[in-house]
């Protein structure tokens, strides 16, 4: 990777990788899957949008409205999915789901989807993102309740901004925000 991205998105990369490593190791998944998601999950970033699109049209890998739009920042995800499995040879799909999903999420994500996707969110080079010291002291506590609150702050600042809003976000937004939903009232009732 260090051969293929900018210094600035490798240095990304690495925060990633060493990122989703250490919550793979306090929340139990395999490290050495965090490390290899991580490292490749911006593998595709480095080409053109419409090299994206190519690679995606000839795996037949379907694209969502936002993927389709002109230099969307999404597109990569599924185009460095496509990359891990062809040019890096990785075959293990959740490792590959990882790299896809990293940049919408999904309902009912793995362990290891949702580690990258917040590991992402929270590398140590990350300094812009919204609510980023709540999040990051989240991720350490609840992965889920990290999860969620990564995408209630993406919504919010896409309809902020005008930006367009992935279905994929708004459908893992909702199915999370059910779940913890669920969650407080089932202790809630539990209490009394």
Do not use: W
């Amino acid at each position: 990777m260090e051969k293929k991205l900018e210094p600035k998105r490798y240095e990304h990369t690495l925060g990633v990788a060493y990122t989703a490593a250490n919550l793979a190791m306090i929340y139990g998944e395999d490290i050495d899957k965090a490390l290899t998601a991580g490292m490749l999950h911006d593998c595709a970033k480095c080409m053109s949008h419409s090299r994206q699109a190519a690679v995606c049209t000839q795996n037949h890998v379907a694209l969502s409205e936002a993927e389709a739009m002109e230099n969307s920042p999404l597109l990569h995800a599924k185009a460095g999915s496509v990359l891990a499995r062809t040019k890096y040879q990785i075959r293990d799909e959740d490792i590959l789901n990882a790299i896809r999903y990293h940049t919408t999420g999904r309902p009912n994500m793995s362990l290891l989807e949702k580690i990258v996707y917040i590991a992402d969110y929270i590398e140590p080079g990350r300094k812009h993102a919204q609510n980023l010291p709540q999040v990051r002291r989240l991720a350490y506590q609840d992965l889920d309740a990290a999860l969620r609150k990564i995408l209630e702050d993406t919504l919010a600042y896409l309809s902020q901004k005008g930006g367009q809003v992935d279905s994929m976000t708004q459908q893992t937004f909702q199915f999370y925000d059910h779940q913890q939903r669920e969650q407080n009232s089932q202790g809630a009732s539990a209490i009394y």
